[in-house]
Nanobody, 129 residues
Framework: QVQLVESGGGLVQAGGSLRLSCAASGRAFGGRTFSSRSMGWFRQAPGKAREFVASISWNGDNTYYADSVKGRFTISRDNAKNALYLQMHSLKPEDTAVYYC?????????????????WGQGTQLTVSS
């Protein structure tokens, strides 16, 4: 199992920017290492179900975004550093949530949470109006 640790959350004003990071470590069985699998960001707001935010393929060539963040968020990865990022711009109060990074079971982008096998503990983002 790969361990994932998110960081970079905090309090930001509406319209501001922030970058989340996710560090991967640990041993992956069956060859499903960080660098060989697509990764994703999900978020969960208070009282709401967890929702998909963005996904990136194993080599970074393909990305996919939820409509709610398209054009404002950018997902990227650095396989040499075992790191995943989420650059967020034009933040809105409705972006307030706990953000989770996750490693999928596929190499291509994935957007259903059941397609992900390893999850971080999450980092809180609060956007004030």
């Amino acid at each position: 199992q790969v361990q994932l640790v998110e960081s970079g959350g905090g309090l930001v004003q509406a319209g501001g920017s922030l970058r989340l990071s996710c560090a991967a470590s640990g041993r992956a069985f069956g060859g499903r290492t960080f660098s060989s699998r697509s990764m994703g960001w999900f978020r969960q707001a208070p009282g709401k179900a967890r929702e998909f935010v963005a996904s990136i393929s194993w080599n970074g060539d393909n990305t996919y975004y939820a409509d709610s963040v398209k054009g404002r968020f950018t997902i990227s990865r650095d396989n040499a550093k075992n790191a995943l990022y989420l650059q967020m711009h034009s933040l809105k109060p409705e972006d307030t949530a706990v953000y989770y990074c996750a490693k999928s079971i596929y190499t291509v982008v994935a957007w259903y949470d059941y397609e992900y096998e390893d999850w971080g503990q999450g980092t809180q983002l609060t956007v004030s109006s």
